[in-house]
């Protein structure tokens, strides 16, 4: 059992100033695996004290010594390899294989990656008869979802830290351990004290108070439209900045002379990954009329090269839902795509055979979907894939912008000229063509409903940072 009731605030471990606690549950076996404090409104004041008081002193700290900080935290990452590995295939249910490729490593990148921009990060520049200096834009809140423990975390910190900003972190009550991993990380590495404090509890008393709070300067965001809309509106009060990285219903454009099978796969792959709890998965597939019947029996082939199953298994390519709020929820999809007149080609209710514990469900692929349907306008969060089928490339378009979100869009095939197409006329922040690797480099982030503000690489770093112009200033 993993008892970690003490938050981390001012450089110690200190008791939660409220005696509650919430348990976390390995999802796959539905046992509780430990619990944390469920923080209060107290613990946040103390954790923007000092985040406060920190904010003169690391604010002014030398690029070069952030750089040593940041390369100091990816190395004693790496060295906390299989503990993190090890935590997020118990509280996340991620296979293990996935822990290691996916979470473990985008961690690290963001920390090495935030270490390389600052290296050549441009923090002044003159323009006109102006000098203009970038500087750390204060008491950064931040807040982040279960999906991706370590990923979704560490990109923040490691822009945050290479801007000079100071911090008050709370992640996901149902994945908090991780980040415990990662406050042992920072406290081994000698961050200063007062520059990162976390605060575990829930969103509704922690992250309330953090984004209500009038001496956080900036609530960085990543989670649900909903939280994310209501968040925005408590910052209102004190004129702070947010930014918001939300949800999204993504398309996947398969043009006419794509390969039908490398299609399929890539298709399930999408809605498979991370059991379909990732905000810039595919999850609406495009496909020509004419190839409908072959994208489906292909799928049909291919379903077993993603077995679902016990995440310690190496062999298990999906692991189950979070929570069995999340199992619920995917669930009631399901059932209001039958209802809608969807057509279950693969998977549906329930779950899988032979499991019969944990928040495992079924890849599930709906055909003859209309794309005004509720499975193909709402983010699901699991893996349920929803096919529409298009005449024309012009259509296919039509319907992949028809949505309130514009996170991702994806496109696969050899025409050239129709590849440059799809990716510049998707509105959405990031376009992959033909399963191109990641680029941490690259902005991420999206439009319309899916967020505000960009993340990753030199764009994450420039969230964390106020432009200011000096007119006059003497040589
Ligand atoms: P969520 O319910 O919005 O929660 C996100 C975080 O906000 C959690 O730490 C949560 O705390 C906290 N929270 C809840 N209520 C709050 C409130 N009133 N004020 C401040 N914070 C509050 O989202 P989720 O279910 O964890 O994550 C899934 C969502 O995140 C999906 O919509 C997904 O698309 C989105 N997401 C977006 C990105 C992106 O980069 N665009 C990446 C990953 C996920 P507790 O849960 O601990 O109570």
């Known amino acids: 059992m993993l008892n970690h009731t003490k938050q981390y605030i001012n450089g110690e471990w200190v008791e ?54 940041l390369e100091d935290i990816a190395e004693e990452y790496a060295n906390r390899k299989e503990d993190l590995i090890k935590i997020m295939t118990e509280e996340l249910g991620a296979p293990i294989t996935k822990s290691e490729e996916i ?23 003159e323009r006109g008869n102006s000098y203009i200096q970038k500087e750390p834009i204060g008491v950064s809140g931040l807040i982040t979802p279960w999906n991706f423990p370590t990923n979704q975390i560490s990109t923040k910190l490691a822009s945050a830290l290479a801007a000079g900003s100071t911090l008050v972190v709370k992640p996901a009550s149902k994945t908090p351990f991780a980040s415990i991993i990662l406050a042992e ?27 209500s709070h009038p001496n956080v300067d900036f609530v960085s965001f990543t989670g649900s439209g909903a939280v994310g809309s209501s968040l925005m509106k408590n910052a209102a009060d004190d004129i702070k900045n947010v930014s918001l990285e939300l949800g999204g219903k993504s398309p996947l454009i398969i043009l006419k002379d794509a ?70 929820t995917v669930q009631s999809y399901i059932k209001k795509g039958e209802e809608e007149g969807a057509t279950l080609a693969i998977g549906g209710p329930g779950r899988p055979d ?17 794309n005004h349907m509720t499975i193909a306008q709402e983010e699901i969060f699991g893996p349920v894939m929803s096919v529409i089928t298009y005449k024309d ?44 690797e990641a ?20 764009y994450g770093i420039e969230e964390f940072l106020e432009p200011k112009a000096i007119m006059g200033m003497p040589s």
């Open 103 to 125: 979470h473990y490593q985008m961690g690290l990148t963001h920390f090495k990656q935030a270490a390389e921009e600052l290296k050549t990060f441009k923090f002044t520049e």
């Open 439 to 458: 680029d941490m480099s690259a902005p991420f982030g999206g439009f319309k409903h899916s967020g505000i503000g960009r993340e990753w690489g030199d």
């Open 185 to 211: 990380i920072f406290d081994k590495v000698g961050v200063p004290k007062g520059v990162f404090n976390l605060v575990n509890g829930s969103g509704s008393t922690v992250g309330e108070a953090i984004s």
């Open 16 to 69: 939660s100033t409220g005696s509650h606690t919430i348990e976390v549950v390995n999802p796959a076996t539905e046992e509780v695996i430990g619990k944390i404090s469920s923080g209060t409104e107290e613990d946040v004041n103390r954790a923007v004290l000092a985040a406060k008081e920190a904010f003169p002193t690391f604010s002014k700290m030398s690029v070069n010594d952030r750089v040593k900080l």
């Open 259 to 328: 390969d039908v099978k490398k299609a399929a796969k890539t298709a399930l792959a999408q809605i498979a990954t991370n059991t379909g709890q990732v905000c810039s998965a595919a999850t609406r597939m495009i496909v020509p009329e004419e190839m409908h019947d072959d994208f489906i029996e292909a799928m049909k082939e291919l379903i077993t090269e993603f077995p679902v199953g016990d995440p310690q298994d190496k062999n298990t390519f999906m692991g189950p839902q979070v929570s069995e709020d999340q199992w619920e």
């Open 354 to 370: 032979g499991i019969d514990k944990g928040f495992f469900c079924k890849i599930t692929v709906f055909t003859n979907v209309q």
């Open 393 to 436: 490339i012009d259509e296919a378009i039509e319907i992949a912008n028809d949505t309130i979100y514009g996170l991702a869009g994806y496109v696969f095939g050899n025409d050239t000229e129709e590849l440059k197409k799809v990716a510049l006329n998707i509105r959405a922040g990031q376009i992959t063509i033909n399963n191109s």
